[in-house]
C-alpha cells in the first residue's frame, strides 16, 4: 500500500491510492478513508511506515530482538543483508532450522525485508545469562578470538574486531547468547560431515573446531558488549 501525505489549508491528510492534484490544491480522494492527523505525518511512498508485525518474533527474540539464554539468537544490531539472507533461506530450505523454517515459509519477501531493517536497528544491551562461565573459560575463548590455535584462524579476523561483523557475509557474534554459539556451531559441524566444505567458509572453520574451543569462544563471545 502506498500511503501519501498532502498538506492542504494546513491539514495533513493521509490518502491510501493515488490523487490529484488539479488548480488549486483540490485534493481527489479515489481510494478509501482519509485520516488527518493532529500533529505530525509519516510521509512514505511505499517506504519504512509501512508496519510490519514484530511481535511473532519478539516473543522469542526478545521486545528488542536482544535474543535468550535458551539458544535465541540476537537480531539487534545485526547486518539487515545477513538477516534478510538467512530468513531467505530458511524459507527456501536451504538454512536447516526446525523452527525458522516454518516461520520464514510464511513470511513474503517483503516481510522479510522490512523485519531484517527492523531488527538491525533495534539497540538493547546483551541477554544475561542464567549462569555465568568460569573466568579461565573466557579467557581462553578471548584469546582463541582475538589470536586463534593452531588449528583455526583468529574468529575475528572474520567477523571484525570484538566481533562486530563485517559486511554481509560475516555476522556479528558479539552479545549472542552461549547456546546459540554451541548450537550453531555443532549445526555447521553436522553440515562439514555431509561434504567437504569449502574453504574459507564457517562450516569449514567449525570443522576444525573441538568442544572445549566451542565451549570457550561461546563463553568469551556471550558476554561481550553488543
Ligand atoms: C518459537 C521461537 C521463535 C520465533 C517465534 C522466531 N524465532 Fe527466529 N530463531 C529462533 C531460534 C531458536 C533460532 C536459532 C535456531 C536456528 O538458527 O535455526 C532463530 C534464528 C533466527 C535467525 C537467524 C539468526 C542468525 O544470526 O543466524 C533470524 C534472522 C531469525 N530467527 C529471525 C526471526 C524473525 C524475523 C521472526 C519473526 C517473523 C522470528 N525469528 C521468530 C526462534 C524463534
Ligand atoms: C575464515 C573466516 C571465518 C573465521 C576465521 C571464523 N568465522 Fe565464523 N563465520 C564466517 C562466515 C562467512 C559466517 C556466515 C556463515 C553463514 O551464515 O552461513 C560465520 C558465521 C558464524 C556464526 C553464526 C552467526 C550467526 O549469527 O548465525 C558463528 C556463531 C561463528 N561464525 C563463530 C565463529 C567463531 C567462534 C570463530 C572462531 C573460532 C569463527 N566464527 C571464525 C567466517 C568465519
Do not use: W
Amino acid at each position: 500500500m502506498t500511503a501519501v501525505a498532502v498538506t492542504t489549508a494546513g491539514k495533513r491528510m493521509m490518502t491510501t491510492g493515488s490523487l490529484l492534484l488539479a488548480g488549486r490544491a483540490t485534493v481527489r480522494i479515489v481510494a478509501a478513508a482519509s485520516v488527518f492527523l493532529a500533529s505530525h505525518t509519516t510521509f512514505a511512498l511505499g517506504g519504512p511506515a509501512a508496519q510490519v508485525d514484530t511481535s511473532r518474533c519478539t516473543v522469542c527474540h526478545g521486545i528488542h530482538g536482544e535474543g535468550s539464554p535458551g539458544g535465541v539468537p540476537r537480531l539487534a544490531g545485526q547486518n539487515a543483508e545477513y538477516m534478510n539472507h538467512a530468513l531467505g533461506m530458511f524459507k527456501a530450505g536451504t538454512r536447516a532450522g526446525p523452527i525458522m523454517q516454518p516461520i520464514a515459509r510464511n513470511l513474503s519477501d517483503m516481510e522479510i525485508r522490512q523485519l531484517a531493517d527492523y531488527f538491525s536497528n533495534q539497540r538493547a544491551p546483551r541477554v544475561e545469562m542464567a549462569a555465568s562461565a568460569s573466568p579461565q573459560l573466557v579467557l581462553a575463548g578471548k584469546q582463541l578470538a582475538e589470536r586463534g590455535a593452531v588449528n583455526v584462524a583468529a574468529c575475528f579476523s572474520c567477523h571484525a574486531a570484538q566481533g562486530k561483523g563485517n559486511g554481509a557475509r560475516f555476522p556479528s557474534i558479539a552479545a549472542e547468547p552461549a547456546q546459540f554459539v554451541i548450537n550453531r556451531l555443532h549445526e555447521f559441524q553436522a553440515r562439514a560431515q555431509g561434504k567437504i566444505p569449502e574453504p574459507g567458509t564457517m562450516t569449514a572453520v567449525a570443522a576444525t573446531l573441538d568442544e572445549n574451543q566451542i565451549a570457550e569462544a561461546a563463553a568469551y563471545l556471550s558476554q561481550l558488549g553488543p
